[in-house]
């Protein structure tokens, strides 16, 4: 089992997922290069940002699989900001169409971050302070709590352009209560293993972060199928 993965993510993705992948797929490990790959191995580069992702990388990384032969799955992380799942979904597989675009022998998995990768750390309800001492949490608590409500439903905050940048300085204010300094170049905290099995928890107890939830069981699957080979 190989994976050939393409993050939207500049900075936190690239740094977030492989921790996750030691704790979830553990049987999988990490190459460098993508002609590295032999057997339950993983290649991850970040795409820098959607759409240039598509224009600029997803082309030669379909031509890099059918070449080597290796890979069994092409994963793609983006985040959906300001349109839906099924937008985001449709907007690449329309690209891959328009460009004919086909891959040999492997599967392409799309998995949309809705919001974003930081809409999906607000899901821990451990970390949640329902009256924090910060002005700044206090005001995005008042207006959308992420304990009781779904993060990816969370519109947005007066003062900010878009919704992934509203959850990304909810998200960086929500760990900073509990003494955990989150950035984007320094994503602590979420990357700890109890951290993504309060969100695991989460999507057992309500239907709330849907598309973590999607990733999750994506995740499940690949052990499964590594695990009966």
């Known amino acids: 089992m190989n994976l050939y993965i393409i993050v939207e993510g500049r900075r936190t993705e690239k740094k ?3 921790e996750w992948f030691n704790f979830l797929i553990p049987e999988l490990n990490r190459v ?5 790959a ?9 795409g820098n940002g959607f759409p ?6 997803l082309s030669n990384s379909i031509k890099e699989i059918n070449d080597l032969k290796i890979f069994n799955y092409l994963v793609l992380f983006l985040d959906v900001d300001e349109t839906s799942v099924e937008f985001r979904i449709n907007e690449v597989n329309n690209f891959v169409k328009e460009n004919n675009l086909q891959l040999i022998d492997c599967e392409f998995i799309i998995i949309p971050q809705d919001k974003c990768i930081e809409t ?5 309800k451990t970390i949640f302070k329902l009256n ?3 002005i700044a949490l206090m005001d995005y608590v008042k207006f959308y709590n992420v304990k009781d409500n779904d993060p990816e439903l969370m519109p947005i905050f007066d003062g900010f352009n878009t919704h992934s940048q509203f959850h990304a300085d909810y ?3 929500f760990l900073r209560e509990r003494n955990i300094r989150y950035s984007k170049n320094k994503p602590n905290g979420v990357v700890e293993e109890i951290y993504l099995n309060k969100l695991i928890e989460r999507t ?3 239907n709330h972060i849907k598309s973590f939830k999607n990733f999750i069981d994506f995740c499940y699957e690949l052990r499964g199928e590594i695990q009966s080979t």
Not at 38 to 46: A, K, Q, R
């Open 171 to 173: 998200c960086t204010e």
């Open 32 to 36: 460098n290069w993508a002609f590295e």
């Open 52 to 57: 240039s992702l598509l224009h600029n990388h």
């Open 16 to 18: 977030v997922y492989p």
């Open 204 to 206: 057992k107890e309500t």
């Open 120 to 124: 999906w750390f607000l899901g821990n």
């Open 132 to 134: 924090p001492q910060n």
């Open 38 to 46: 032999t057997h339950n191995n993983y290649f991850l580069f970040n």
